[in-house]
């Protein structure tokens, strides 16, 4: 996912991933660079605000059953539409007692530069040099809900990633140690596990009715201040990982105008019937408002898989691309160091092929332009990337590429994404 900056809780980021070549990058390359299903070891902060490019900072009917683990469901009452607006009141005392702190922290060990280990520097600063690794705590805070009544749950990945320990504060007051079950740093979703029985927990909604237009009711606990709750409405759906700054997720984003700020990652977006419809996520700082959560629907499957095993697989093809342009295609074409030359005039075109990866075992080349994967017609990179993501590890995708003018046909098929110590 993207330029990173520090948030008001931790200091951790990381690099995007690097360009098609070593010459000086083309425009077409910063592009091919920015979109990208290779996803290696995807990664992910660890504070109670999630940042992207631009300086991101984190953060219609329902089943009447939730459930993230086995034989485990909670039936609540369905809470009725108000044109009044006392309607956000009803939602809060239903939904808050469900809402809780998540307080992480953890030890990171910082090697000394090398030139403190010279002689002659210690001759002059020795008395006032450490002599080894300096340890240090990062804290942070964020939020998250309760989805079943024994004491999972679901947060963002990077509240949580990484923390020695965990603590969970409900609002009621009582605090729990928390178990992190597992993390997807490609979704930002986790989950956390507590040993309570009896818990106040949310009815989750589904998040593919949204329409732009209906209300948005956020409860969290911004830079520290415990249940705070906000109000707007969804301002859209849909929107890709690219539109939002955050390339290395696998997520389509809900776009909402109620108030989202650092703590408030990990916690409920709800819609006028007290449902959850998203995770809130990120904001883009300098912009008025804008904030982005992960849909419910995405959440919850995530969710059910770290809850039954851990850990979540990807598929992935391992290739990195761009959208074919006019201008695209001229700038390759005139590249006298461009071993390609490009004749398509639309299509994905494929600008790197990983080694040893599926698309490399499939025959992809650099140079191909992709034209459709199983028999849907792609103009974009988003949508290859949600072809990919909704298919399964080991599954066989059809590819149909044009290459020197000459439409081939390559099933590839997906393995599941590396991760970053792989």
């Given at each position: ?308 095993t851990g850990n979540v697989q990807h598929p992935y093809l391992g290739i990195q691309m761009v959208k074919l342009t006019p201008e695209v295609k001229q700038q390759i074409n005139e590249d006298s160091n461009s071993r390609v030359n490009i004749s398509a005039d639309r299509g994905i075109l494929v600008v790197r092929v990983m080694r040893n990866s599926p698309a490399a075992n499939a025959g992809l080349r650099t140079g191909d332009v992709i034209q459709k994967i199983n028999g849907q017609l792609v103009t ?43």
């Amino acid at each position: 996912m993207k330029s990173k900056q520090q948030d008001s809780d931790y200091n951790s980021r990381q690099p995007n991933q690097k360009g098609f070549d070593a010459s000086a990058p083309k425009p077409w390359q910063k592009a091919a660079t920015y979109v990208s299903l290779v996803l290696l070891g995807a990664g992910v902060t660890f504070s109670g605000g999630y940042l992207g490019s631009n300086t991101l900072l984190s953060s219609k009917e329902s089943t009447s059953k939730v459930s993230l683990s086995p034989g485990v469901a909670v039936a609540q009452a369905q809470l009725p539409l108000s044109t009044d607006t006392n309607f956000v009141t009803e939602v809060v005392d239903k939904v808050g007692p469900a809402v809780v702190r998540i307080n992480s922290s953890r030890t990171v060990t910082q090697q000394l530069p090398d030139a403190f280990n010279d002689p002659l520097f210690r001759r002059f600063f020795g008395a006032e040099l450490p002599t080894g690794p300096q340890e240090r705590v990062e804290r942070g805070t964020g939020s998250g809900f309760i989805i079943n009544t024994d004491g999972q749950i679901l947060t963002n990945a990077h509240v949580v990633a990484g923390a020695d320990t965990v603590n969970v504060i409900l609002k009621d007051g009582r605090t729990f140690t928390g178990k992190v079950m597992g993390t997807d740093p490609v979704t930002d979703v986790a989950i956390v596990k507590i040993q309570a029985d009896n818990l106040p927990t949310v009815r989750l909604g589904d998040s593919d009715r949204l329409r732009p237009g209906e209300w948005a009711i956020a409860i969290g606990n911004p830079l520290g201040l415990d249940n705070t709750v906000t109000t707007g409405i969804i301002s859209a759906t849909g929107r890709s990982s690219s539109q939002v700054g955050v390339p290395d997720k696998r997520v389509n984003f809900i776009q909402t105008d109620a108030a989202i700020n650092p703590g408030n990652s990990g916690g409920p977006l709800l819609n006028a019937k007290g449902e959850v419809v998203g995770m809130n996520t990120a904001i883009i700082r300098g912009a008025q408002g804008l904030g982005f959560a992960i849909p419910i629907n995405t959440a919850q499957r995530i969710g059910n898989q770290l809850a039954t095993t851990g850990n979540v697989q990807h598929p992935y093809l391992g290739i990195q691309m761009v959208k074919l342009t006019p201008e695209v295609k001229q700038q390759i074409n005139e590249d006298s160091n461009s071993r390609v030359n490009i004749s398509a005039d639309r299509g994905i075109l494929v600008v790197r092929v990983m080694r040893n990866s599926p698309a490399a075992n499939a025959g992809l080349r650099t140079g191909d332009v992709i034209q459709k994967i199983n028999g849907q017609l792609v103009t974009d990179t988003d949508t290859v990337q949600q072809q990919v993501e909704r298919s399964q590890v080991g599954s066989s995708l059809q590819m149909e590429v044009l290459r020197n003018g000459q439409t081939i046909n390559l099933p590839v098929t997906t393995a599941a994404l590396p991760t970053q110590s792989e």
